[in-house]
T-cell receptor, first 113, second 115 residues
Framework: EPEVTQTPSHQVTQMGQEVILRCVPISNHLYFYWYRQILGQKVEFLVSFYNNEISEKSEIFDDQFSVERPDGSNFTLKIRSTKLEDSAMYFC???????????FGPGTRLTVL | AQTVTQSQPEMSVQEAETVTLSCTYDTSENNYYLFWYKQPPSRQMILVIRQEAYKQQNATENRFSVNFQKAAKSFSLKISDSQLGDTAMYFCAFMKLNRDDKIIFGKGTRLHILP
């Protein structure tokens, strides 16, 4: 069964460094999302992406964040200058039709020291 | 704006018992989906069950069923014959039926199944 994959599973970085989190959505999907979950808290929407552009972003998704679909398969989230409070689990999700469920990847745990 | 509220931060039940997790939501939308997601210690998000708001019949998936009360904006999850593997965080979630709309999650209920 096709699934969303994410790499790396765990990323440790120093404050102020740039990180890129990678996702490979399910191949025929058209809508892509990033969510974030700070430890012990609820999952929060960051950004949605369709037709090579951002559809919607939350107030969390400030100028330090960017997303890209550099080729036909990868979907990346970049944090330009990480802060301690960026430490969280980051989930990628995708769907082929916005009227259907989103499929989540296993997440990338980001630790900022 | 839509909100999802889970009033039970933590619950414990004995194995084989039935447990019900509560969820209420607030929306002015008429067409939407509601979900229950399970998050085990691995922290992967696993879809347990989905309910379309336009369907009156409550969704069921094996031991999992929901009680969807649209007028009351209530969406509870019942787990029958609970198993140790059901131990996890459970999130209630809402999604508008709209182009590429986001999922809005509740704060979660931590469920412990005791042997």
């Amino acid at each position: 069964e096709p699934e969303v994959t994410q790499t790396p599973s765990h990323q440790v970085t120093q404050m102020g460094q740039e990180v890129i989190l990678r996702c490979v959505p399910i191949s025929n999907h058209l809508y892509f999302y990033w969510y974030r979950q700070i430890l012990g808290q609820k999952v929060e929407f960051l950004v949605s992406f369709y037709n090579n552009e951002i559809s919607e972003k939350s107030e969390i998704f400030d100028d330090q964040f960017s997303v890209e679909r550099p080729d036909g398969s990868n979907f990346t989230l970049k944090i330009r200058s990480t802060k301690l409070e960026d430490s969280a689990m980051y989930f990628c999700a995708s769907t082929w039709d916005s009227y259907n469920e989103q499929f989540f990847g296993p997440g990338t745990r980001l630790t900022v020291l | 704006a839509q909100t999802v509220t889970q009033s039970q931060p933590e619950m414990s039940v004995q194995e084989a018992e039935t447990v019900t997790l509560s969820c209420t939501y607030d929306t002015s939308e008429n067409n939407y989906y509601l979900f229950w997601y399970k998050q085990p210690p691995s922290r992967q998000m696993i879809l347990v069950i989905r309910q379309e708001a336009y369907k009156q019949q409550n969704a069921t998936e094996n031991r999992f069923s929901v009680n969807f009360q649209k007028a009351a904006k209530s969406f509870s999850l019942k787990i029958s014959d609970s198993q140790l593997g059901d131990t996890a965080m459970y999130f209630c979630a809402f999604m508008k039926l709209n182009r590429d709309d986001k999922i809005i999650f509740g704060k979660g209920t931590r469920l412990h199944i005791l042997p």
